[in-house]
């Protein structure tokens, strides 16, 4: 009997302590989903934003036409690391990872159009501007729940 009683009581205990930790987030996935959103962030800053604002992609820049394709390239890789972000929330109680999650859908097929666009060779500067506005904003969010996404620097395939 006494075994029954404790073994109720452990089942119990794990059964109501159980959704207590599944509602936020461990250190673990949200550093995880920090960085693929940091990988993304770097992916646009380097090969988007910064050869944009340098004047690469418009007509007579030197290369611009290798610089248009690799933007497109470096889109897509961002696209892919922000689709993984947007699985991590899918099942999460975590605030912070709800928050930042609901912004990155819009966030993703932005990126995939502006992408598509320049991986054909068609400079979209409007879609770039739009993207670097929503890129503030989604940084800004984490920012304001206490997450500072900083780009890592990874290597993408091509680039």
């Known amino acids: 009997m006494r075994r029954h009683r404790s073994a109720l009581m452990l ?3 794990l059964l109501v302590a159980a959704p207590a930790q599944q509602a936020q987030a461990t250190a673990f996935e949200k550093a995880k989903f920090v960085f693929h959103l940091g990988v ?3 992916a646009f800053n380097t090969w988007v934003w910064r050869p944009y604002r340098e ?6 820049a030197p ?5 248009i394709v690799k933007a497109g390239v470096a889109l897509a890789f961002a696209a892919y690391q922000v689709n993984s972000a947007i699985k991590m ?7 912070f990872l709800q928050k930042i999650g609901s912004l990155l859908p819009g966030y ?3 990126l995939t159009q502006v ?6 060779g068609r400079f979209d500067e409007r879609g770039i501007q739009n993207l670097n506005r929503s890129t503030t ?3 800004e969010s984490a920012q304001s729940q206490g997450q500072v996404i900083r780009p890592v620097a990874v290597p993408i395939p091509g680039l």
Not at 55 to 60: I, L, V
Not at 63 to 67: D, K, L, P, S
Not at 90 to 95: A, E, L, S, W
């Open 40 to 42: 993304a962030y770097y």
């Open 55 to 60: 004047y690469r992609f418009q007509t007579g």
């Open 137 to 139: 904003r989604l940084l």
């Open 11 to 13: 089942s119990t205990a």
């Open 89 to 95: 929330t899918r099942n999460t109680q975590d605030p």
């Open 108 to 110: 993703q097929k932005s």
């Open 63 to 67: 290369g611009q036409r290798a610089n």
């Open 115 to 120: 992408g598509n666009s320049l991986k054909n």
